[in-house]
C-alpha cells in the first residue's frame, strides 16, 4: 500500500467499509474527490486532486488550497459553502480550478452531506468534474442562438414530420407570425406555399431536397393577413453526427420589394418606349394600361376626361379577355356619376390621388348603392386600389386606375409613388402629342402661305423686270447713261429679290416634295466656272479662284447643282467683308467629286455648326446683325445634295474663315441608268 500523501486519518476515508480497498479506489479515480469534516473543514482530497493541482500533499486547511481556485470564484464558493453548512443541504457550484500547469479549468463543484442517525452533519463528501469543454460549447451554442436572432432572413426548421421545431424573429417579421404561435405545428398550415406549376412543382421540390439534400428557388407564400410575398427559400435536409435526420431547415428571404422594383423600372422602360414611339395617345394608353397587368395590377384602366366633362373610358386590361369585355359592358351599362364624393370621379374633379391599401368587406358593402352592385364588386374580389390623376400643368386630363384582386395584393406607399411617377410620364406624353399635332398644323399652314405668297410675289416681280429692261434699253438709246445705271442697278435689285422668292418657292416645294429634278452626266467643272462667273461680277472687292479639277462626271441636275454653288459662293463673299479673295477647291477622292468652298471671313462659332443646314437657322450674333439673310440658302443647298447621294460639310474658325464642302458621287459606266431621282 502507497503512502497517504495526504496524511489524512485513516477513519475519515475508510468511512463505512472498514479497509484500505475503498481508500484505493478513491484514490485511482480520476475525478477529484474530496472530504470535509462537520465544520466544513477539508479532510482529505484524493490524490487525483493533488495531481491535478500540484499542490503539495498535505495540504488540507482551508485557505490553503483557495490558491487554487481562480480568485473571482472564491467568493462565491464560500458563500454557497457557508449556506450549505448552515442549512445542511447539498450544494453545486461551478468555478474554475489550477491545474498543475497554471491553466484554469471550469469545474461543477458538488458536496453532499452526510448525517449521522440524529440527522446531523457529521461529513461532508465532495467532487469537482471538468466541464470546460461542456461550458464552451454552451457558450458556442449561446453565440449561434444569437446570430439566428439577428439574422435578416428567416430561419425555420422542422422535425422530420415538418412540424415546426425553430423560428427565428425574421421568420415572424417575414410571414407575420410569432415564434410561440408556430412551434409545433405543422409547417404547411402556417406558410402556404404557391408553385407557379402546382402539384409538380412541389413533388420536383421534394424530390430535390430528397435526392440532393437541399433545394433552391423562389415561391410565393402567404403572410399571416393573406397577402402574398415572394420568397427565394433555401431549404436544407438535417441530420445528427451519425447521419439520422432530424427534419430540415429553410432559409427564406422576402424578395418581393426587390422583385416589385425590377418589374416596376421593367414596366416604366416599356412604358416610355410605348409612350415614346407614337403620337397617337389613345392606342399609347391603351397599351400602357395592358403592360401594366399583371406585374403591376390585376386590372388596370385609364379614363379621360372629355371637354364637356364626361368621363371617358379609354382602355381597360385584365389578363382574362372575358373580364375586359365584362368592365366594358359594366362600365357602359353604369358609367361612373360624376359628382360622386370619391373613386375616380373624384380624382379627375380634384387631381389628387386616391389609395386605398386594404379593402375591406365593409369598405365594399359602404360603397356599393344596392345589392346588385355589393354582388358584382364582391365577385372582382378587390384587395388594393389606386387612382392617380393624369395632369397637365394645372389640369386633370385623365386618370389611371390601378387595382389588386385575385392577386391579393397590398399597395404601398412605395407603389403609389411609382403610379403617380407612370401618371407624371403618360401626361407628359399626351400632351407632347397634342402639341406635336397642333405644331404640325401651324407648320402645314406657314408652309401653304409660304407657297402661295411666293408663287403671287413672282408673277409682278417678272412683270417688273421685264419693264426695267425695256426702259433700260430705251435709256440707253436715248443716250441717258446716268438713267441707264439707274435702271442697271434696280434690275439687279430685282435679280436679288427673284432669288429670294426662288428660295422661298423651293422651301416649300422641298416641305411638300415637290422638287423636281433633271437627270443627266453633268460636268462639274463647267457648273463651278458658269457659278463663278455669275457671281464674280456682284463681288467687287473678292477674287474667286478656282483650283484643282474633278475628273469624271455626276449624274443629277445641272441647274440644281450650279445652284448649290452659287448659293456657298455668295455666302463666302458675303461673310468675308474684310477679305479678298475666296478660292474653290475641286478634286476627286474615294468619296467621289469634291468641291470645297473656302473664304478667309468672320467664321461660324463651333456650337452654330450642328444646326447650320436647318431651315432658318442663321447665326445669332450681335456682329452678324449687319448680314441680312433669310437662313434658308444653305437648307436648300443641303437637300440638293442630299437628293442626289452626296453630302455637305462645313469646317470653320472665328475670325480666320469657313471651308463648305460638297461631296458627290461620280457615275460609274454601269450606274449609266441610276440618276438623281431613281437614286434619292
Ligand atoms: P442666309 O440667308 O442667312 O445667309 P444661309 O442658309 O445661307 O442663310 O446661311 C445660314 C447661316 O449660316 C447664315 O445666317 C450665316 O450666319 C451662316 N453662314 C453661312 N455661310 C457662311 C460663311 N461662309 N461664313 C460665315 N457664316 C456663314
Redesign the pocket.
Known sequence: MREDPSGAPASVVDAGRGDDSFRNLVDALPQLIYIAGEDGEIAYFNRYWYDFTGLPAGVTRTGDWYDAIHPDDLPEIMAARKRALHTGQAFEAEYRLRRRDGVYRWHLGRSTPLADGTGRVIRRFGTATDITEQKAAAENLRYYAILVQHMADAAITTDTSYVIRGWNPAATALYGWEEHEVLGRPANEIIQTHFPNGEADRQGWINTVNEHGRWQGEVVQRHKDGSPILVAATVTQISDAAGRPLGMTAINRDVTAQRRLEENLRFLAEANKVLGSSLDYRTTLATVARLGVPEIADWCAVDMLAENGAIERLAVAHVDPEKVAWAIELNESRPPDPDAPTGLPHVLRSGRSEFYPVITDEMLVAAAQNEEDLALVRRVGFSSVMIVPLTVGERTIGALTFVAAESGRHYTPADLAFAEEVAARAALAVENARLYTAAQSAVAVRDEFMALASHELKTPVTSLKMYTQVLQRQADRRGEADLADRLGRMDRQLDKLTGLINDLLDVARIQGGRIEYTDEAVDLNAVVGEAVADVQPTAAKHQIAIEGAIEGLVWGDRERLGQVVT?LLT??V???PQADRVVVHLGTDERGASIAVQ?F????GEEHLPR?FEQF???SDPS?KT?P???????IASEIVRRHGGDIRVT?ELGVG?T?TVALPLTRQDAASGGVTGGA
Open positions: 448659293n455666302n463666302a458675303k461673310y468675308s473664304d471671313g468672320i467664321g461660324i447650320l437657322y442663321r447665326v452678324e448680314f439673310g433669310l437662313g434658308i440658302g444653305l437648307y470653320s469657313t463648305f
